[in-house]
């Protein structure tokens, strides 16, 4: 899987794949990413599996970010 974009919004991480296929996942889902700050979250390195953040010591893996359904539960 190739990712062309990686990007961000106040909520939400974004990745657009080469086939043209975008999808999100709320950042409240990955804590180390919610608390980085934007200049931290945009600082990272792909690989031909993921992406992985050095300084702030986190990384994502592209089928699992495409794959992942996290049920949310209201309280």
Do not use: C
């Not at 062309?4 to 996942?25: C, P, R």
């Not at 990272?44 to 702030?56: A, M, Q, R, T, V």
């Amino acid at each position: 899987m190739e990712v062309l974009k990686i990007w961000f919004d106040k909520e939400n991480i974004f990745l657009k794949t080469k086939a043209g296929i975008e999808k999100s996942m709320p950042l409240k889902w990955f804590p180390k990413l919610q608390n980085a700050t934007l200049k931290q979250r945009e600082n990272f390195k792909l690989s031909p599996y993921g992406i992985h953040w050095e300084e702030i010591d986190e990384d994502l893996s592209f089928e699992g970010f495409f794959k992942f359904q996290k049920e949310e539960i209201e309280m």
